[in-house]
Each structure stands twice: as structure tokens, then as C-alpha cells.
């Protein structure tokens, strides 16, 4: 029972003796903000992120203690067992604090189920800049996968909008800035409700099978309101992280809406941006000197494994060596304008060049790390670390080429620490927090 005066410690601690097993990051932190409403989340997530056996921070002030966490999978959890403890087969029903959802078996081998009799993807972060019709507004990777899928299905699909709900797939819309994972738990279960009654308006839903294509953000509204009219939530993506999202669209046959309608130009390949083979160390890099990148065209940032498990630690979250970052320099905007920057001036001066008010890659690797540190990092001890750890790939493109390319690579890579032209994932909000954080502390 929690007690007045109880520490974060104590009630991460009573939260993942309560908690069935497995239980969400975002679950643990709600269990302790009501009961601690007066800390914020990151302190929440700070503890969570210490108390995990897999712990690497080296100033852990609770490395004494006896982990309370076992981190196993991507933001799941379950409650320590030191090596040897036997595993309780036994599953806990589902309660109030965790929803049914998150306790949804491990996806299907085969890539579709179709006995599904509608449908509902989510849509994307990263939209067309005017009103389009819903299969058109959303650009990001997995919109664009799911889509296909959808489509190559032949049954009824809709889109799923934090801001209208249900969406058909030719209903104009313009785009627009809500984000379900920011909005409150009231927003985000009257949502639920609100879709789930405009689908019964479309379909009759009783005995149906709505699959949904999404993350645990819109799929966890979804769930109760399903089931009391009396229809089947089935997830087939639930459990894997984005890349495997990615790749579990590979193994359906692709259609000619496989791309986004905006990429009416040829598309260049982007191939040596996504092989690690073509990167080299930012010494390697300034010691060509401008003239070997002093034209458009896209680059791609790679860490290494132990530079990964710092990002990790800073996010509380998985980020896996390889490729990390990519962006574009120069070429034509969407506008049409024409940007005169190139890849050294972007690579060598913004990235390398020790200051983060004109590098957001920068930024984010200064808030990632100022995370794991306790304190804010220096421009040098950034530099530093991007040397010890990144190495950069790049690709001169004509400024004709380069927009395109840059959708292909962020479709293709999806780089886990890009925020713009992407999906908003967990991860992606967490670095959208710290980055915000750092700021103000500057």
C-alpha cells in the first residue's frame, strides 16, 4: 500500500510488484504519477530507466540496490528475477492499471489475417503540406506500407486521425499538428469511443474482426469499445519495434501504391547511404577536404554499438547500432526554391563545427547524452563523443534530386532519431521531451 512520504524508488517498486506481467514503460509511469502527481514523467522514467538491470549509467546513485526491473522487449518490462528464479507460466488477468491490449500475444507468423473484415491504419506525423484526400495526406514509411497492404487486401479500410477520428480513404482533409500521445486520458478514451461508433455506423460490427495497423497509442482506446460492440481487435504488428514493422510489410507483395503519390520524379538511389561499408570516420571526412563534398545531396549518420547503449540509456529506450540519422543539403525546396548549402557545409560545419544552435543533429545527440550525464554537456564533449562513436556516409546528389532522394531514404532507413518526415513513435517523443528540456536549461 502506498505510504505518504514514499520515494520514486519505492514506488517503482510497488508498482512492478502490482503490475501483471508484462507491463509498458507508459504504464509504470501512470501508476506512479497517481500516486505522485507532483513529479514529472522524466523523473518517473529516469527511475524506471535506473531501476532496469540492464542499467549502464556509470553514476547510478542506486547501483547498490537490487534491481527492480527486467527490461524485455521494446518499452516492456517485467519484474526482476535474478538469474536462476524459475519463470511463473502463469498469465494475470488483465486490470484496470494495465490495458487487455498489451497482453495480446506475440504477431503471427504469416503477414495477414483475412478474416479481417475491416481494416484502420493510423495515420503519420509526416503529412503532404496542402489538403489531399487521406490516402494521400500521410507520407510517413509505415502509412505508406500499411496502405499498400490495405489495399492489396480488397477489404474495407479507413484511416485512424488523432484530430477526426475515422477517416476514409478519400474523404479531403488538410493537414494538421494533434498528436494522440499528447493529449489526456479522457481525449484519448472519448476518442476510442467516438471511432469505434463511427465504424458501427459504416459496419455492423457485431461478430466482426477490425484489424488495426498501429501503435499501442490508438490501439489501447480502441479495445474496450470494440468488445462491447461486440467485434474482435486484432494486431497484427503488436510487440515489434518500427524497423520490424517495416519488414513485416516486406513479406507482402507490393503494390503501385507502395509509394508515397508525392515522389512524381525519378527517384535516385539512395543504396550507399544505407550500407555501412560507405562510411567513414568524421576525421576521414574533413581530411578529404570541401572539395570532395562540396555539392547537394543526402548523408547518413552510423553510431557504433557502445555509442548505441548511451543513446539507449538517454532515452530509456532501444536504439540499435547502425544507421541513426540522415538528412539532406541544399537542392530545390518543395516551394521550388533553391537551397545554395552542401554537404560540407552541413556535415563539416553544422554537424562538426561545435555548435548545436545550428545543428538539430547536434542537439539531439547533446540531449540524449546530458541525460545519461545528469548535466548539461559541453560543445566539445559532444564533438568528442561523435568522434569516438559516428561515422558519416555521403551521397552528392543534382539539387534536382535531392527531395526525392531524401524521402526515399527516410521511407527506406526510417532513422530512429530523425523527428521530421517520419512516424511519431515513443522513442520520438521521448527525444522530442529532452530536446525541449535541454533548451530551456540553456
Not at 156 to 170: F, I, M, Q, R, T
Not at 304 to 324: K, M, W, Y
Request: hydrophobic share 40%; with cysteine; charged share 20%.
Amino acid at each position: 500500500m502506498t505510504q505518504a512520504g514514499d520515494t520514486l524508488w519505492d514506488l517503482v517498486r510497488q508498482a512492478a510488484e502490482t503490475l501483471p506481467e508484462p507491463f509498458s514503460r507508459a504504464v509504470l509511469v501512470d501508476w506512479v504519477l497517481r500516486r505522485r502527481p507532483d513529479v514529472e514523467p522524466s523523473s518517473v522514467g529516469m527511475h524506471i530507466q535506473l531501476a532496469t538491470s540492464d542499467a549502464k549509467n556509470a553514476n547510478n546513485p542506486f547501483a547498490h540496490r537490487q534491481p527492480l526491473l527486467d527490461r524485455i522487449g521494446h518499452g516492456q518490462y517485467r519484474r526482476h528475477r535474478p538469474t536462476g528464479t524459475p519463470v511463473e507460466t502463469r498469465t494475470p488477468a488483465p486490470s484496470v492499471e494495465a490495458p487487455a491490449a498489451q497482453l495480446a500475444s506475440p504477431p503471427p507468423a504469416a503477414p495477414r489475417d483475412m478474416s479481417a473484415d475491416v481494416v484502420l491504419v493510423a495515420c503519420s506525423d509526416a503529412k503532404a503540406p496542402t489538403a489531399r484526400r487521406a490516402r494521400e495526406l500521410f507520407t510517413g514509411a509505415a502509412f505508406v506500407k500499411a496502405r499498400a497492404y490495405a489495399l492489396s487486401g480488397g477489404r474495407p479500410w479507413y484511416v485512424l486521425s488523432a484530430k477526426w477520428g475515422l477517416l476514409g480513404p478519400d474523404e479531403v482533409v488538410a493537414p494538421y499538428d494533434v498528436y494522440l500521445a499528447d493529449r489526456s486520458v479522457l481525449y484519448r478514451t472519448s476518442w476510442g469511443a467516438w471511432v469505434v461508433a463511427q465504424l458501427a455506423e459504416r459496419h455492423d460490427l457485431g461478430g466482426a474482426v477490425v484489424e488495426v495497423h498501429a501503435g499501442r497509442t490508438y490501439c489501447d482506446p480502441l479495445a474496450a469499445p470494440l468488445a462491447a460492440a461486440g467485434a474482435t481487435l486484432h494486431q497484427p504488428l503488436a510487440g515489434l519495434q518500427q524497423g520490424e514493422r517495416l519488414a513485416w510489410y516486406g513479406r507482402t507483395p507490393a503494390t503501385d501504391h507502395d509509394r508515397s503519390d508525392f515522389a512524381t520524379c525519378p527517384i535516385p538511389d539512395v543504396s550507399p547511404l544505407l550500407e555501412s561499408a560507405h562510411a567513414v570516420a568524421p576525421a576521414d571526412f574533413l581530411a578529404a577536404g570541401r572539395a570532395a563534398a562540396d555539392r547537394p545531396g543526402l548523408y547518413s549518420w552510423w553510431v557504433d554499438a557502445s555509442g548505441a547503449d548511451e543513446l539507449s540509456a538517454g532515452l530509456d529506450d532501444l536504439v540499435q547500432p547502425g544507421l541513426v540519422y540522415a538528412g539532406r543539403a541544399g537542392g530545390v525546396r518543395a516551394n521550388g526554391s533553391a537551397s545554395t548549402n552542401t554537404l560540407w557545409g552541413r556535415v563539416a560545419e553544422m554537424h562538426l563545427g561545435g555548435n548545436r544552435s545550428f545543428s538539430t543533429f547536434r542537439l539531439t545527440l547533446a540531449a540524449c547524452l546530458s541525460a545519461v550525464a545528469g548535466r548539461v554537456m559541453t560543445e566539445s564533449e559532444v564533438s568528442d563523443w561523435m568522434n569516438a562513436h559516428l561515422r558519416i556516409a555521403v551521397l552528392p546528389l543534382e539539387p534536382n534530386d535531392v527531395s526525392a532522394g531524401e524521402r526515399e531514404l527516410l521511407h527506406r532507413a526510417d532513422p530512429p532519431l530523425n523527428l521530421s518526415g517520419v512516424d511519431r513513435t515513443p522513442l520520438r517523443q521521448t527525444l522530442s521531451r529532452l530536446r525541449s528540456a535541454l533548451k530551456e536549461m540553456e
